[in-house]
């Protein structure tokens, strides 16, 4: 039997929303010249459904020993909050310094591919594009960009149909 290490933290969905949350971490120094500052993961979670609400438990795999950036997002009836919060510890805490997050809602009436985005080279990405129906992310698919030397990521959207994307940017980038 494998042994779990890490943290988690409990929160309840009410009806018709579906909440999902990331971790954000920064590079490691080696690989900041050629990748993204900032990555995201999607933490897995388990669901009860209690009534009309969900309890959904969130798990912190490789938490860092003084504090993780989360990225929480609540998906519901044609809207999406977001909030930013801090892990320290046993403790999270909604952020009152947010970090620079840039989202913006796609639609487009034609199947496209949306931008060429860096990973780091352990396969970590800076981007992340949901479906806010399912609160599913669209899988990139990854090419050899032989140009740079990289590798890059591309989603391809359906037409007519809405997506959520977010970005983590450095402060300096806005």
């Not at 993204?36 to 490789?62: A, C, M, S």
């Not at 992340?128 to 990139?140: L, N, Q, R, S, W």
Request: aromatic share 12%.
């Amino acid at each position: 039997m494998e042994m779990w290490q890490g943290k988690h933290f409990s929160i309840t969905d009410p009806k018709d929303v579906k909440t999902v949350i990331y971790q954000v971490n920064k590079t490691e120094k080696e690989f900041l010249a050629e990748s993204p500052k900032y990555t995201i993961q999607r933490l897995d979670f388990t669901q009860e459904l209690r009534g009309d609400t969900t309890r959904k438990t969130f798990y912190v795999d490789n938490p860092s020993d003084d504090e993780d950036e989360l990225v929480i997002l609540s998906f519901g009836n044609d809207r999406v909050v977001v909030n930013m919060a801090l892990l320290e510890g046993d403790k999270i805490s909604i952020s009152k310094k947010p970090m620079p997050l840039k989202f913006d809602s796609i639609y487009n009436e034609m199947e496209t591919e949306y931008k060429d985005f860096q990973y780091t080279p352990n396969l970590k990405r800076p981007i992340c594009i949901i479906d806010p129906e399912t609160t599913e992310e669209v899988e990139p698919v990854l090419y050899f960009d032989e140009n740079t030397n990289e590798v890059k990521g591309k989603c391809k959207l359906k037409p007519y149909k809405s997506y959520f994307a977010f970005e983590i940017r450095d402060k300096k980038d806005f």
